[in-house]
């Protein structure tokens, strides 16, 4: 189209010229640069009628028309164009550059078009026709967290927590895998992340290092004891578990009593990695020595449910350990404890009770008659097999003792337990309907073969799906409070490419 309006153009001027030409042939210079001022005045009229007509307007160098303040989506740069999100109207657009647009940081500094990077937050300043960019300058007061992997979120509240601090989550965000835009339910918590946005709402989340999968095999050893992943995932152990794990190179511990061991892994985004654990079932178990310091000084320690002598050093085997920590007008400190070194100093200072609370609030917190039952404050089983519990205090490091975050609660049961299932007993479930014959994870746990269902429990949950000769696929759901059943359905897996 663009070349058949510069033909037409030429044949314009040329026609123009011709006419010209005969003029002054026929009445000599002085009338034919007159008859020329006639023929440029009507070229003139022409152009304004074609200003009108097609809405196109001649711009000076760096004028512009248009002003937006937009997320970045998309930089396409053998394309030469940036595609933009306005989250306020949720209108996407895309604009053409070249080497006249202007790029410049939020300190006013010089950038390359390449320095984009989606989910940065922008002031654009454009013309409309054509579609192009003529400044991009990244917003002043535009945040941004990097490298983020503690964070959790909950879409339907429209929250998300980044650090220990909570935001908002704007109505319409920018989602991004690499340079493909992702849905909501394709984030991971597992995932490395980018996050920006405006004061205290979240406009975009990039994952800046994906998730794969760790497959356990030979698992009849240690199922009840403990697996960890790189000093940070801990999870109880479940027959054939498929666990979600970032991008990286990760010493893996596990542990069950007087078995275990140590091994090397390396997960790739999107790949399956298996590693066997019968082949740490003849380790010998080491164990290490902690010396306590506490304030208060008589505060009573339970090591894995039994109370212990802090006077001079306790003993205890290489891994994970559940530890507790009471003393009367104090908070109770419920924890984990990992023994690493032969021997390590723990130093313990609690907090004062908060004032004004009632019986029933000290017994949910464990604080019973019965010193034996302080056990049963920790988190159960099942909230351990949720996955992810926060880092478990090293006995390698120093410092107060702070009680973690809570886990995310979560039930599973093995298939012939879901089979039992029904509505006579009152538990609602959630049902996976496709794609047929996967195998279902969730939360790292199998539960089934598609179509299959698990007890529900409000939260956020990831489910894995896994087929052989298919990539495996991890989606992140928002299961609800409310009394009754929830069914869903994925896409159909992708078959995986073979080399």
């Not at 979120?153 to 340079?179: H, P």
């Not at 891994?319 to 021997?343: C, F, K, P």
Request: charged share 30%; net charge negative.
């Amino acid at each position: 189209m663009r070349k058949q309006r510069r033909v037409s153009k030429r044949i314009q001027y040329a026609g123009i010229l011709a006419t010209v030409t005969l003029m002054l042939s026929a009445c000599g210079a002085q009338g034919g640069i007159k008859d020329l001022v006639i023929a440029e005045k009507e070229v003139d009229e022409e152009a304004e009628v074609r200003k009108e007509t097609t809405g196109f307007k001649t711009f000076a160098p760096g004028e512009y028309d248009s002003y937006d303040t937009a997320v970045v989506v998309k930089v396409n740069e053998t394309k030469s164009e940036v595609t933009f999100l306005n989250t306020v109207v949720d209108l996407k657009y895309t604009l053409s550059y070249d080497g006249t647009t202007t790029v410049y940081d939020r300190t006013g500094q010089a950038l390359s078009i390449a320095q984009l990077a989606a989910g940065d937050i922008v002031n654009v300043k454009f013309r409309r026709l054509p579609k192009k960019a003529v400044s991009i300058e990244q917003n002043a007061d535009n945040w941004k967290y990097t490298n983020i992997s503690d964070y959790s979120y909950q879409f339907e509240r429209s929250e998300m927590t980044i650090d220990g601090k909570r935001f908002s989550l704007a109505d319409r965000m920018v989602l991004m895998s690499g340079n493909e835009e992702m849905d909501e339910e394709d984030l991971n918590e597992n995932d490395i992340v980018k996050i920006s946005g405006l004061d205290k709402t979240v406009y975009a989340i990039s994952v800046e290092r994906g998730h794969g999968y760790l497959r356990l095999k030979g698992t009849d050893y240690f199922v009840g004891g403990w697996i960890e992943v790189g000093n940070k995932y801990v999870q109880r152990i479940t027959k054939d578990m498929l666990l979600t794990v970032p991008e990286g190179d990760y010493k893996v511990v596990v542990r069950n009593g007087k078995i275990g061991g140590t091994m090397q892994v390396v997960i790739h985004s999107g790949e399956e990695t298996q590693l066997d654990l019968s082949e740490l079932k003849g380790e010998e178990v080491k164990t290490g020595n902690i010396f306590f310091t506490m304030y208060p000084t008589d505060a009573k320690v339970y090591i894995d449910g039994n109370l212990v002598d802090t006077s001079t050093f306790v003993t205890l085997e290489y891994g994970l350990h559940q530890m507790i920590v009471r003393a009367s007008g104090y908070e109770t400190i419920s924890q984990y404890l990992r023994v690493g070194q032969d021997n390590a100093n723990l130093h313990i200072e609690m907090e004062p009770e908060l004032t004004g609370k009632t019986e029933s609030d000290k017994k949910e917190e464990g604080g019973v008659e019965d010193e034996n039952a302080v056990y049963n404050a920790l988190p159960t089983e099942d909230q351990i097999n949720a996955g992810k519990t926060g880092e478990p205090t090293d006995t390698e490091q120093t410092g107060n003792a702070e009680s973690p975050d809570t886990t995310k609660e979560t039930t599973t049961k093995t298939p012939q337990e879901d089979d039992a299932i029904s509505a006579d007993n009152g538990e609602r479930v959630v049902k996976i309907n496709a794609p047929e014959s996967a195998e279902v994870y969730v939360d790292g746990n199998y539960v089934g073969i598609v179509p299959t269902t698990f007890p529900k429990e409000k939260g956020t949950h990831v489910v894995s799906l896994r087929k052989s000769g298919y990539q495996t696929r991890s989606y992140t759901i928002q299961v609800d409070g409310s009394d009754k059943d929830m069914e869903l359905s994925f896409s159909e897996l992708v078959p995986r490419r073979t080399e």
